[in-house]
DNA sequence: CCCCAGGCGGTTG
DNA sequence: CAACCGCCTGGG
């Protein structure tokens, strides 16, 4: 399905790798297309392009960290099994089917954390927007290509912040969540291990000021790759209301509720 | 073109 | 259940 070459990953007869669908569909917020149509990103303080080859795909990245973005785009993971599995209802089903080419990024915790404490009521322009500033003006800057690139920040770089250094962000009410949160992070009351071990992760992720139910599942589903978590927001809401029962359980779905969500949101938000 | 509502992938007290 | 900060979008 996938295979490696020195700064290369050539992804061959996958059924499921549709890079705008992975990069718009609302999981992550550092990629973006670029002139020759192919998307530009950066995860783990490394970058790549990603762009349609011949009859597949192609990650182009820095000799060395193949190992790393097979694993974020979760290349050893059979999608289509997924979608066939998630495919309970005509609803699920036809959602499934648009799409189709979905993937779950295995995000960084921290970033996916601080992210979506971002998210809340704004709408994906203006995430990215903060996040960018967030990391032009505090990240790290990395080269690639040719191309002067900033790394997400670490916990500790904005813990030492002050909400005046963070005001150029302009993330508005937001801003004394992301400095809580990435002081309880710095401190190491809350790490990504503690999480993995926690019987109850969401009520661990929600004793963290600004983070409610709907970020919590986020950061689960997109953070530390629990594919069985549910976000609802307001897209998926209108579809449980629209299409579903009243006491709807995301449990239905078994183990991939979390990628089921993806493709419901998907599916609400950009069939016409 | 400018202006100003309305709305945004929520959470909190 | 309103208030939160601020931009992006669209109608006038």
Known sequence: MFLSQSGLIYIEGCTDFDPEKIFECGQCFRWNRVE???YLGVAGGRAAYVYA???GHVIDCEAGTEDFWAEYFDLDRDYALIRKAVSIDDYT???A???????ILKQDFWETLCSFILSQCNNIT??????ERLCTLFGDKLY???RELYAFPSAERIAALSLDELSPIRSGYRAPYLLEAA?????????????????QPLAALTTINGVGKKVA???LLFGLHRLDAFPVDVWIAKALGEYFDKGFDPSVYGQYAGVAQQYIFNYIRNKA
């Open 53 to 55: 080859s011949g009859s």
């Open 217 to 219: 599942s986020c950061v």
């Open 36 to 38: 020759n149509g192919s």
């Open 183 to 199: 002081r309880q992070l710095a401190a190491g009351e809350i790490t990504r291990d503690k999480l993995e071990l926690s019987a």
């Open 93 to 95: 089903s036809a959602a």
């Open 144 to 146: 690639f290509r040719g």
């Open 126 to 131: 203006r995430i990215k927007g903060l996040v």
């Open 97 to 103: 089917d648009y799409g189709n080419g979905i993937r």
